[in-house]
């Protein structure tokens, strides 16, 4: 029986390593030396876990449409800053202020949020 409990209990503690491992620092996945500004039209929100997403349709200066993946935090810390599931609507002028990723050209991780009326949110 003390045989079983242990493999149990060696068990358990493999597994709570194995999901501190899938947890990342921001620092892994994007530049945080750098911050990009970007004015953009909302075109999805993924209220998901572990990280709710924002994409944005951002337009250059030749008039080129380029989507970016916004990666914010848990929809329950968002929560908690104040955002809900109706704080964001698909076409929303936003202007987004974040670290740009190391590898994908088009994502970054959000540091702030405005929306059209001023309102900044973090996330």
Not at 62 to 88: F, H, M, Q, Y
Not at 100 to 123: E, F, H, I, S, Y
Request: proline share 2%.
């Amino acid at each position: 029986m003390t045989r079983v409990i242990r493999a149990l209990a060696c068990l358990a503690v493999l597994a709570s390593a194995a999901s501190a491992a899938a947890h990342h620092s921001v620092a892994a996945y994007y530049d945080t030396n750098t911050q990009l500004t970007l004015k953009g039209t909302v075109t999805v929100i993924e209220w998901t876990n572990p990280h709710a997403f924002v994409h944005i349709d951002v337009r250059d200066d030749r008039g080129k449409v380029t989507n970016w993946a916004i990666e914010t935090d848990s929809p329950n810390v968002l929560s908690r800053a104040g955002w809900t599931k109706t704080t964001l609507k698909l076409d929303d002028e936003i202007t987004v202020t974040g670290y740009p990723a190391k590898k994908d050209a088009a994502a970054m991780r959000l540091v702030t949020l405005a929306l059209a009326d001023g309102r900044k949110l973090k996330g």
